[in-house]
């Protein structure tokens, strides 16, 4: 029994992040004016490929017209 608790106990850590690993988050902008989503992919995650994320996820129909004061769901790794 213990070798096949200890092969569990190496995949499992071998499958956990490391804590200092940043990793991808989900978190709720609000930008103040309307602006294209592509803008505003690069200024909340730095890439603006982003975009291709950020409108199916927040169900914008128009995407270089993305309203302003309405909260947006992000992925991204920098903390806002």
Same mark, same amino acid.
């Given at each position: 029994?213990?070798?096949? $608790? ?5 995949? &499992? &850590? ?5 804590? @200092?690993?940043? &990793? ?12 294209? @989503?592509?803008?505003? @992919? ?8 982003? @975009?291709?994320? $950020?409108?199916?996820? #927040? /169900?914008?129909?128009?995407? /270089?017209?993305?309203? /302003? #004061? ?11």
């Amino acid at each position: 029994m213990y070798e096949p $608790l200890s092969l569990l106990r190496i995949g &499992l &850590l071998s499958t956990v992040p490391d804590p @200092a690993e940043r &990793l991808p988050r989900l978190v709720t902008v609000t930008p103040p004016t309307t602006l294209p @989503a592509l803008v505003l @992919a690069y200024s909340y995650c730095g890439d603006p490929y982003q @975009a291709d994320d $950020l409108v199916p996820r #927040n /169900g914008i129909s128009r995407p /270089g017209f993305v309203p /302003g #004061n309405e909260p947006l769901l992000i992925v991204t790794l920098q903390q806002h």
